[in-house]
């Protein structure tokens, strides 16, 4: 019986090295990973929203309902269209920027406009994480964010992660990076906790070794059960 569990573990110990996943050439690692994606300087820090292509935001001119609005959204061109004023760019400004450039274009219309935005719901600020977490998805950004939080917000890895081939890739001015992370590092504090922002994809890697050894704990009882004939 013990030879013959033994000698599933070693068969299961062989296929791992041929199943086990790999980071491609393309992909950083190690001080070039934190170079293209780095962690938070001196702790994680709120920052100001910018309002992204389709998401939807509430206008209000105080005393003025017909130029006000609630859930506008901003086109894919990243502009909004009001009455009077015409289209108004809004996508990568601050609802303070936008409130300010609707009241200077307001005020051809209208004395001393007083202009509020809010964001009504976001569509640009996500995350995407996939791989080997337990629940993959796409997760709101709601501040400051990294890299173990947003493993944290798709309920932790599987037993089959790659704690070491865990990928953030990022576009930095229409350009794709990828970078890989050690989690297991980052978890003992020997690495920084790199710092994710909105529009992100994570992806947690795949281990075929721990894959090869789950399946043959696994199969351990039944080989058990053969082993008695």
Same mark, same amino acid.
């Given at each position: 019986m013990k030879r013959s569990i033994f000698l599933a573990v070693a068969a299961g110990m062989m296929?791992?090295?041929?199943?086990?996943?790999?980071?491609?050439?393309?992909?950083?690692?190690?001080?070039e990973s934190y170079?293209?994606?780095?962690?938070?300087?001196?702790g994680p820090k709120a920052q100001l929203y910018h309002i992204g292509e389709l998401d939807r935001i509430d206008i209000t001119l105080f005393q003025e309902p017909e130029m006000s609005a609630k859930g506008m959204q901003v086109d894919a061109a990243g502009d909004i269209s009001m009455?009077?004023?015409? %289209?108004?760019?809004?996508?990568?400004?601050?609802?303070?920027?936008?409130?300010e450039q609707v009241r200077t274009k307001a005020a051809r219309f209208y004395v001393d406009p007083q202009v509020t935005v809010s964001i009504a719901s976001s569509v640009s600020q996500n995350v995407t994480v996939q791989g080997q977490v337990t629940?993959?998805?796409?997760?709101?950004?709601?501040g400051p964010t990294t890299l173990l939080d947003v493993v944290a917000l798709a309920k932790g890895e599987t037993e089959n992660a790659a704690l070491d081939q865990v990928v953030v890739i990022r576009f930095i001015e229409d350009k794709r990076y990828a970078a890989a992370f050690n989690l297991e590092r980052i978890r003992r504090a020997e690495d920084a906790d790199p710092a994710i922002l909105a529009r992100d994809i994570v992806i947690v890697g795949?281990?075929?070794?721990?894959?090869?050894?789950?399946?043959?704990? %696994?199969?351990?009882?039944?080989l058990n059960v053969f082993a008695q004939f």
């Open positions: 296929l791992s090295a041929c199943v086990s996943s790999s980071i491609g050439p393309n992909v950083s690692q190690g001080e170079a293209k994606i780095p962690a938070p300087v001196g009455p009077l004023i015409g %289209r108004v760019h809004a996508a990568g400004l601050t609802t303070t920027e936008l409130a629940e993959p998805g796409i997760f709101p950004l709601q795949h281990s075929g070794t721990k894959q090869a050894w789950h399946d043959v704990l %696994r199969a351990a009882p039944l």
